[in-house]
């Protein structure tokens, strides 16, 4: 799907970080966007800085793990723009570090209703537009950590492999109604964000006071705007897959390795 001037876009998570860059990215590329954002003292600011510009970006406050605040900003972005040509299901949140059985049934509801609800919210409440309209793509950001086990976040990866494997399923049943409808999964390495102090304002985490503020101190070395660019890349180019940042395809390359040398042993 091409993105230009005449493309409206809804992003989730928006105020911040990955989402953030999208919308920029967005803007360059002449679209119309719509941010939305659980924490709705980011969007003001946010806005500003996407509007400098000249552009026009939106904003609208979102729980993506409320079926019926999904539902609003679908309701929204119509009532605004008549149209939705790119969804991207982006908000998240990071769970507590410690190993599976120490992880507590808040976090997992937690995780569950943001990163997998949220996603599946999203497309429910926009995909039968983008298939009334013949024309639409949606974006869901996921993590290498859903290509690959990151040992001490399991209630982060669950979620993340879930996010994988049903946009991998979402974009076959898209293709069904209509070829030239889709769904892409960003699976970005460490990306420099403020995920860790956002997590904690939501209470998703507790951080020491001494922790860096961005992501980039635990050694990102991909900022939001180069994650936006090779998603929107991947979106434009149909691909169902893209995994920025260092060391993610030898980690995904040395499971699919292992997962099918695992079922050879199986079958002989
Ligand atoms: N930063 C990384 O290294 C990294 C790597 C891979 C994947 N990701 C994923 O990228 C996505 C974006 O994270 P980020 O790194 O840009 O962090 P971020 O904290 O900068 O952005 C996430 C945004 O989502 C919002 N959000 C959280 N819960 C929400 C809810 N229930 N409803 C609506 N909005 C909500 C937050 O307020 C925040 O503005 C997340 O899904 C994260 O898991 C991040």
Redesign the pocket.
């Known amino acids: 799907m091409h993105i230009n001037s005449d493309t409206v876009a809804v992003i989730?998570?928006?105020?911040?970080?990955?989402?953030?860059?999208l919308a920029e990215s967005l803007v360059h590329r002449g679209a119309r966007v719509i941010i939305?954002?659980?924490?709705e003292d980011?969007l003001e600011p946010?806005l500003n800085l996407l509007n400098k510009s000249g552009a026009h970006v939106v904003g609208y406050?979102?729980?993506?793990?409320?079926r019926r605040?999904v539902e609003a900003l679908a309701a929204e972005t119509m009532r605004l723009f008549g149209r939705v040509d790119l969804v991207c299901n982006?908000?998240?949140?990071?769970s507590p570090a410690a190993p599976l059985w120490e992880q507590d049934e808040q976090t997992w509801q937690r995780m569950i209703?943001?990163?997998l609800m949220?996603v599946i919210n999203g497309t429910t409440a926009f995909a039968p537009q983008l298939i009334a309209q013949g024309r639409g793509h949606i974006l869901n950001?996921?993590?290498?950590?859903?290509l690959s086990p990151l040992p001490s976040r399991s209630p982060?990866t669950a979620t993340?492999h879930a996010v994988v494997g049903l946009t991998e399923t979402l974009d076959l049943e898209l293709k069904q109604v209509n070829p030239v409808l889709g769904a892409t999964v960003?699976?970005?390495?460490?990306?420099?964000?403020?995920?860790?102090?956002?997590?904690a304002?939501?209470g998703?985490i507790t951080l020491p006071p001494s922790t860096p503020r961005s992501?980039r101190d635990?050694g990102?070395s991909?900022t939001?705007r180069e994650?936006a660019e090779a998603a929107l890349g991947a979106v434009e180019a149909g691909t169902v897959h893209v995994g920025p940042?260092e060391g993610v395809l030898e980690r995904t390359r040395a499971r699919v390795e292992r997962l099918l040398a695992d079922l050879a042993v199986g079958v002989q």
């Open positions: 989730t998570g928006g105020a911040s970080g990955i989402g953030f860059g939305s954002d659980i924490r980011a946010a406050p979102v729980d993506v793990a409320d605040s982006n908000a998240g949140l990071i209703g943001v990163k949220g950001t996921a993590s290498s950590g859903g982060y993340m960003l699976c970005p390495g460490l990306v420099d964000t403020p995920l860790g102090h956002n997590s304002s939501l998703a992501i635990l990102a991909l939001p994650v940042g």
